[in-house]
């Protein structure tokens, strides 16, 4: 039981260029979510899952996309790096009843030069 | 007023002694409230969540929800260097976790 997996572990990138993070989940969580973590900023949330065939944006969605591939699998996107989008990245997950305790990740350390 | 706030930090401590983390928010209309450790370099852990007024203890570590003066407080007793991590306060502001908002964390030191 591996719980939240995320690859890869760490990605230099240059401005312009595109990746996607993968996430899964191994726990049968209806609910998946992409945070960013920075310094002094704390976790902000980028897009989240709530169910599979469903995602909405939240705090900070701009240059993101996201896809919940089914449910287990939720990854986000980076069309066009950018420096400001040099963070750590962590998904969680959570059943998304009314008990809703967030599993994280062990995160993706990015830097876009 | 930002909606989740917590000392910064560091907040030191004697091994041996309770340290005390402490976490207000704005919101009136949360629902459940949770406590993340975080090592230097790892992802936030789940320590403790509390849905009710009053205390819930959990081995070393209790969590403590005032709702109407909207507070919610951690302490480690017989704290030991190995706590010495950032604690993550979070508020779930609706039943079902989709508004879920962290603090900016409080560092704590753990003296030997």
């Known amino acids: 039981n591996a719980g939240v997996t995320q690859t890869p572990k760490f990605q230099v990138l240059k401005t312009g260029q595109s990746m996607t993070l993968q996430c899964a989940q191994d726990?049968?969580?209806?609910?998946m979510y992409w945070y960013r973590q920075d310094p002094g900023m704390g976790l902000r949330l980028i897009y989240y899952?709530?169910?599979?065939?469903?995602?909405d944006k939240g705090e900070v969605p701009n240059g993101y996309n996201v896809s919940r591939l089914n449910k287990r699998e939720f990854s986000l996107r980076l069309e066009s790096a950018a420096p400001s989008q040099t963070s750590v990245y962590f998904c969680?997950?959570?059943?998304?009843?009314?008990?809703?305790?967030?599993?994280f990740g062990p995160g993706t350390r990015l830097t876009v030069l | 007023q930002k909606e989740v706030e917590q000392n910064s930090g560091p907040l030191s401590v004697p091994e041996g002694a309770i340290a005390s983390l402490n976490c207000t928010y704005s919101?009136?209309?949360?629902?459940?409230f949770f406590w993340y450790r975080q090592y230097s370099g790892k992802s936030p852990e789940l320590i403790m969540s509390?849905?009710?007024?009053g205390d819930k203890e959990d081995g070393r570590f209790t969590a403590q929800l005032n709702k109407a003066s909207q507070y919610v407080s951690l302490l480690i007793r017989d704290s030991q260097p190995s706590d010495s991590a950032t604690y993550l306060c979070?508020?779930?502001?609706?039943?079902?976790?989709?508004?879920?908002?962290f603090g900016p964390g409080t560092r704590l030191s753990v003296l030997p």
């Open positions: 726990m049968n969580h209806n609910s």
């Open positions: 899952s709530a169910s599979e065939g469903t995602t």
């Open positions: 979070a508020v779930n502001r609706d039943n079902y976790g989709q508004n879920f908002v």
């Open positions: 509390i849905y009710s007024n």
């Open positions: 969680a997950s959570s059943a998304g009843t009314i008990n809703n305790e967030q599993f």
């Open positions: 919101d009136r209309v949360s629902q459940s």
